[in-house]
């Protein structure tokens, strides 16, 4: 299990997803989580080999990284980009639970059920409204709590985003206080400010994914309350449903009827 | 094998399960076995390496790491995670062999062509009958193994806190010597990460327990409230043709629906003195 079959689950959950979320996922997959792998770990390899101390006493350097270094940044940012997109994961289970409701009235044989075949639930695509609605905006707004806990976290440890080069230590059994050098900083301080730039890229999009829902929202509420007499909601949806299911059967009504007669 | 090889295994399980238990598997994979495999691997990957003892005692500093690390955090967690999600292939093994069994069922009734058979492995099975003891065991395993494991942590490693230093006086080191360890705030920081998502575990499991349970009793006060179904018991009159005749309705009932449904617009595939009662 790694950042490849995140990919892997999450593509998943792209589908369902508005054009800023799927902008959202992009950023994330490229731009942090590739650039972590492919450079940053890299970097950071040799950060404990190449921390050195200027003493012979046996243990210091092992203390001295251990207090100014209490987690990497690089376990950090793993953890980080882990818990932010971890949330997609609710709507990706409200997805599941619709469809598997869908298909319980399917073969119930309801006749609310406008399905024509299990297959097209299967396909379909749901638009982001009534439930759906309140676990996306959730879990973007965990995605939010999530980016900036861990943004403050970074800063809370490390004293701001830049590494310096030498760290003075006094910690026991170091013997007095001793000059430590810290391995490839500008090259270190280079990814964290990167790492940091997309992460606030991130922020921003999901504040502009929770206003455009938002937004959506109330439109839509406004033009319900601005036409009480047929009930927009309930027709609307039956017509886009219709629309959208002679769509799918006309695109894939060939094959059906080929498939049968055969 | 590794932990991709598992994660195809287990996600054929994930069809079967309830939601609680989709639920276990989401948190296992990515908040363990994933955090152990991008993180924590590369925090405990110069254990001993970077394990320094103060003396110049050749030996001293092995023996040292061998006393205070008998068994590595990381091999523990991964031994943990193997042993905790296999039970559930307990519950793929009884799905395919009533696969199996159902396959045999629509040959018997003369709907044994490939598409029948596609429909048996694609439909979900409900948790009942025999199924439900084999998914109630799984749990019960999961939940021991768990504990056992989080036992043996504490036991191995007092207090879940990694030290900065140890002392250390076994031969051959000629005193009481000081051992420093590496990494040992990250170390900690982790060691509480995985506890946590280990009881986090602990508590979806007997959630999901309590649920099966409830369940079961449900349908069992529901059963009894309604005698006139389903009278016969369940070992009695298992060769009798009305029995069969009962499974067949019931399997093609419990179809996908498109099974019913393709009976239902082409009666040829229907055999001609044998309707399908159930459709």
């Not at chain 1, 599941?96 to 695509?125: N, S, T």
Request: aromatic share 12%.
């Amino acid at each position: 299990m790694d950042w490849g079959a995140l990919h892997t689950v999450l593509g998943g959950v792209n589908k369902h997803s508005t054009s800023i979320g799927k902008i959202w996922l992009t950023v994330l997959f490229i731009f942090r989580i590739m650039i972590l792998v492919v450079a940053a770990e890299k970097v950071w390899g040799d950060e404990q080999d190449d921390f050195v101390c200027n003493t012979l006493q046996p243990g210091c350097k092992n203390v001295c990284y251990d207090h100014f270094f209490p987690i990497s940044h690089i376990r950090l940012w793993a953890l980080q980009l882990i818990f932010v997109s971890t949330p997609a994961l609710l709507v990706a289970m409200h997805v599941a639970y619709r469809r598997h409701e869908k298909k319980r009235q399917f073969r119930k044989g309801d006749q609310k059920c406008e399905y024509k075949d299990i297959e097209e639930i299967r396909r379909q695509r749901f638009h982001i409204d009534g439930s759906l609605w309140w676990t996306y905006t959730s879990s973007i707004f965990f995605r939010l709590v999530f980016e900036a806990v861990f943004m403050y976290a970074f800063y809370f440890m490390y004293d701001g985003f830049r590494m310096p080069r030498l760290m003075k230590c006094s910690a026991w059994p170091c013997p007095n206080i001793v000059d430590c050098f810290v391995s490839r900083p500008t090259e270190k301080t280079v990814f964290t400010i990167f790492m940091i730039a997309v992460s606030s890229i991130c922020i921003l999009l999901n504040v502009a994914e929770l206003c455009y829902l938002l937004a959506k929202f109330f439109l839509r509420r406004s033009k319900k309350a601005g036409n009480p007499k047929h009930h927009p909601n309930h027709e609307n949806k039956e017509e886009t449903k219709q629309n959208e299911m002679n769509e799918l059967i006309s695109d894939s009504c060939q094959n059906t009827v080929i498939g049968f007669t055969s | 094998m590794n932990w991709a090889g598992l994660y195809t295994v287990l996600s054929g399980v994930n069809r079967h399960s309830t939601a609680i238990g989709r639920i276990w598997l989401s948190v296992i994979f990515i908040f363990r076995i994933m955090v152990l495999v991008v993180a924590a691997e590369s925090v405990w990957g110069d254990e001993k390496s970077a394990f320094t003892c103060n003396t110049q005692q050749p030996g001293c500093n092995s023996v040292c790491y061998d006393h205070f690390f008998p068994i590595s955090h990381i091999r523990l967690w991964a031994l943990q995670l193997i042993l905790v999600t296999t039970p559930a292939l307990l519950v793929a093994m009884h799905v395919a062999y009533q696969q199996h069994q159902e396959k045999k069922l629509l040959v018997l009734t003369g709907h044994g062509d490939p598409k029948h058979m596609e429909e048996v492995k694609k439909h979900k099975m409900r948790i009942s009958g025999s199924l439900w003891w084999t998914y109630v065991c799984s749990v019960v395993f999961r939940l021991l193994f768990e504990a056992v494991f989080m036992y043996i942590f504490y036991m191995l490693y007092p207090g879940y806190q990694m030290l900065r230093l140890v002392k250390c006086e076994a031969y051959p080191c000629p005193n009481i010597v000081d051992c420093f360890i590496s990494r040992p705030t990250e170390k900690t920081i982790f060691t509480v990460f995985m506890l946590v998502t280990s009881s986090i575990c602990i508590v979806l499991n007997m959630a999901e327990l309590v649920y099966l349970v409830v369940r079961a009793c449900a349908r069992r006060g529901q059963h009894n409230s309604n005698p006139s179904s389903g009278k016969s018991s369940f070992y009695g009159h298992k060769l009798s043709s009305e029995y069969k005749q009962n499974e067949i309705n019931q399997l093609l009932t419990d179809q996908d629906g498109s099974l019913k449904d393709m009976l239902r617009r082409n009666p040829g595939l229907q055999e001609k003195g044998d309707r399908c009662s159930a459709c």
